[in-house]
């Protein structure tokens, strides 16, 4: 598995993301081709060798005619899906603007689509945000990490006016995310590069272990007492026994008897939509022999405190326990399949490039039968009659 580790030792912005993958190998020519895609006009691409502190990389900049553009994410959205881009890139830059809107709307006290995007909005934001998409879809990466990132601090001047950094956005789109500042005054992690970063990445931590294959620095426009650099590093990730994929993760438990059990199926909403991996319940006998479930929770590290904030919310417990596991698994992917019945994704389980097993996922088959009126165990084998040529 491909991976890319952002070194964020000096923050993160969108044209530094796109420098990085630029330094890391990606074709100017062949971002540009894909962005014109995009149907945007008036905006040109200059890639420029520049050195900070001694380090050599590249800075992207984007220079264009539009003046305070104002566009609602319906607008983004619509720019988005004209395209010819590949689905997943579409996809993906969409989340990072949805990410982005509800930051915002949270600051302004409003509805993620009636949110005027101001910077963001503009053709140069655009292009930092779908370009980097487009730049780690093209240099075949799969997964994202990253450092904790180094905010700044002091003030920035904002379409709303003077504002602390982080700036506000900025710092909803940072909750859980491990982050510090060194005390240099000026804004280090922009709205767009948090929300890039925030979306994409997997964790937040020290460097994965892999094979490193490729590494790039993308240059920030101001020159800081350290070098405004940041450093992607993209590699093999490390694999286990016969190829499976290994990770270490967080466990959560704790022993429930005084609840009711209709609360469970909205705790596992909440706990999924917060970035658990897995969560699930076991029988157990507790104190004087009492029945009980004992929840459990597999989450990422850096995940761990929000989901315990959460538990504490949702349940009637007084405590929790917590001890790191290693996760083993398989590679996997969703390939969407054309039935009678519409687009089923079919989840494809990989060891060693071998398909290991594969299945048609429950949420399509269900709203596919409910659309068509029939019952989902049809829709099912429908998808699974694909399933077999896909394996041929």
């Not at 988005?80 to 930051?103: C, G, H, M, Q």
């Not at 925030?198 to 937040?204: Q, V, Y």
């Not at 929000?306 to 790191?324: A, N, S």
């Not at 949420?363 to 394996?391: G, S, T």
């Amino acid at each position: 598995m491909r991976v890319a580790y952002f070194d964020c030792f000096s923050g993160i912005s969108g044209d530094m993301v796109l420098g990085a993958l630029i330094d890391a190998g990606l074709e100017p020519s062949v971002l540009e081709e894909r962005l014109s895609s995009l149907g945007l006009e008036g905006y040109k691409l200059e890639f420029v060798r520049v050195t900070k502190q001694g380090i050599a990389g590249t800075k992207v900049n984007v220079s264009t005619e539009e003046a305070h553009a104002h566009r609602h994410l319906a607008d983004i959205n619509a720019i988005l899906e004209k395209s010819e881009l590949p689905v997943k890139v579409v996809k993906t830059a969409k989340r990072i603007f949805a990410n982005l809107a509800k930051a915002e709307a949270k600051v302004h006290n409003t509805q993620p689509e009636k949110i005027h995007f101001h910077e963001v909005g503009a053709i140069d934001a655009i292009i930092d945000i779908v370009g980097a998409v487009i730049g780690l879809e093209e240099l075949g990466v799969e997964e994202v990490y990253a450092s904790p990132l180094h905010t700044g601090s002091g003030f920035v001047q904002c379409a709303h006016g003077l504002m602390p950094v982080p700036a506000p956005a900025t710092a909803e789109l940072l909750k859980s995310v491990p982050v510090y500042s060194k005390g240099i005054e000026h804004e280090l992690v922009t709205p767009t590069g948090a929300a890039i970063i925030t979306t994409l990445a997997k964790s937040f931590g020290n460097l994965p272990e892999l094979v490193v294959e490729k590494i790039g620095y993308g240059a920030g426009e101001r020159d800081l007492e350290i070098p405004n650099l940041l450093r992607v590093v993209i590699g093999r990730g490390k694999t286990g026994v016969d190829g499976l994929h290994t990770g270490t993760f967080t466990m959560i438990e704790t022993n429930i008897d005084d609840m009711n059990p209709e609360f469970y199926d909205y705790l596992f909403y909440k706990l999924s939509v917060e970035g658990a991996v897995d969560v699930y319940l076991s029988s157990v006998y507790m104190k004087k022999n009492r029945p009980g479930t004992m929840l459990h929770v597999l989450a990422p590290k850096e995940k761990q405190m929000k989901l315990i904030q959460t538990i504490f919310k949702e349940t009637t417990t007084l405590g929790v326990r917590c001890y790191e596991i290693q996760k083993i698994s398989c590679a996997n992917e969703h390939i969407p399949v054309e039935t009678r019945y519409g687009t089923v994704r079919i989840k494809v389980s990989k060891n060693n490039g071998e398909i290991v097993n594969a299945a048609p996922e429950y949420e399509d088959c269900r709203l596919a039968a409910i659309k068509h009126n029939v019952p989902i165990k049809i829709v099912y084998d429908a998808a699974k009659i694909e399933i077999r040529e896909l394996l041929k």
